[in-house]
């Protein structure tokens, strides 16, 4: 299979639903896509903004600051100690590398890429953009010979479910059976709500009572996006395996895939500052403390959702009655389907709106309840 072979981008099949809610009286709540709206926080827009001589080219590995930086936030924010520069390598976003990831690691036919049942649909692209099958399933005991990579997702995208250390360690183990790559992508992991991830950090899958200590084979992938506002900056980054980074950026050195360096810069203003993701998190807080009760009102069930940046909602009919049923109130969500075919009956909302849209949600549904 190859990009000509792809199917039909799916947000596309929303365009109609989009129309019907811009029709509104007081205009559409655009729910769909997770894309921040809230400004990128002054301390990195000014980094960015001092590091615009950029004449030479970048390098794919990173600066030393920058790794650095990764390999200190890691520690602080995510409990993961035993890294050095050599575990760790920016990304031009996540999503390129979601899809690229089994292009770089050699996968191809007769291969198998398991991901997530409720899934982000670039696992899925990744593996057919190679000849390779896809395999959902959330239990390791499914997991068949022949997968050379595992992709897990905590909290999950679009369901916000979170992995604990226990079922990490699990899958970590199934993954070293096999022979497989596995990696974690964990962009959401600083929005935890519900339950004990309220108090409680949600793990790494580098985390030590994950691996053991050991990282063999072993990835975590992360996105600043949505932490820090920065989904127009494409400022990710990988760690882990150091040996399986070390091909990683053979290869993207091969591809010319170089962070910008003025990106470089402000993604180590927005790793080395903890405060304005504390306050982004507390409007995102916000916002969900109002849409969730008014979406439980309105006849739909959350289901998960305990950590992300979305609410996983049903109320027991086909997802697309469920589309149009909220685009008539103005308000455009995702569909489940294209998460998979294993939740016909879902809907996603995301939580990147102003107070002021998301306000106007509550109310129409409040109304519609």
């Not at 691996?211 to 949505?226: I, N």
């Not at 006849?299 to 697309?320: K, P, Q």
Request: aromatic content about 6%; overall charge negative; proline content about 7%.
């Amino acid at each position: 299979m190859g990009v000509a072979d792809l199917a039909d981008y799916p947000w596309d099949a929303v365009a109609p639903y989009a129309e019907r809610a811009r029709a509104h009286v007081d205009g559409i709540v655009d729910l769909s896509i997770g894309s921040p709206v809230d400004p990128t926080p002054a301390v990195i827009a000014r980094a960015l903004s001092d590091a615009t001589d950029a004449h030479a080219y970048p390098q794919t590995l990173g600066t030393p600051a920058l790794r650095e930086a990764i390999v200190a936030w890691y520690a602080r924010r995510r409990g993961v100690s035993a890294l050095t520069p050599a575990n760790v390598l920016p990304t031009i976003g996540s999503k390129e590398l979601v899809a690229l990831l089994p292009l770089l690691l050699g996968i191809g036919p007769g291969d198998t890429v398991v991901h997530p049942r409720a899934a982000y649909p670039t696992y899925e692209v990744g593996a057919r953009l190679v000849g390779a099958t896809p395999f959902a399933s959330d239990d390791p005991s499914e997991w068949p010979e022949g997968t050379r990579l595992v992709w897990l997702n905590s909290p999950g995208n679009p369901d916000g479910r979170v992995l604990d250390a226990a079922l990490l360690r699990t899958a970590v183990g199934r993954a070293r059976e096999l022979g497989a790559v596995l990696a974690g992508d964990e962009c959401y992991a600083e929005l935890g709500w519900d339950g004990r991830w309220a108090d409680e950090a949600i793990p790494s899958v580098l985390d030590s009572r994950v691996t053991g200590g050991d990282v063999r084979g072993v990835l975590s992938v992360y996105s600043l996006s949505k932490q820090s506002n920065l989904a127009g900056y494409r400022a990710a980054f990988l760690a882990g395996d150091p040996e399986i980074v070390a091909r990683l950026l053979t290869a993207r050195k091969h591809l010319g895939l170089m962070l910008p360096a003025p990106v470089q810069t402000a993604m180590i203003a927005a790793l080395t500052d903890d405060e304005h993701v504390a306050s982004q998190k507390e409007r995102y807080r916000r916002r969900r403390d109002v849409l969730r009760p008014a979406l439980q009102e309105a006849g739909f069930r959350i289901d998960h959702s305990e950590a992300g940046l979305y609410l996983w909602a049903t109320e027991s009919r086909d997802a697309w009655e469920s589309v149009g049923r909220l685009a008539d109130l103005g308000i455009l969500s995702g569909p489940g389907h294209f998460y998979g075919p294993h939740f016909p009956e879902h809907v996603r909302l995301s939580l990147t709106a102003t107070d002021e849209r998301i306000a106007a949600a509550a109310e129409r549904l409040r109304s519609a309840g």
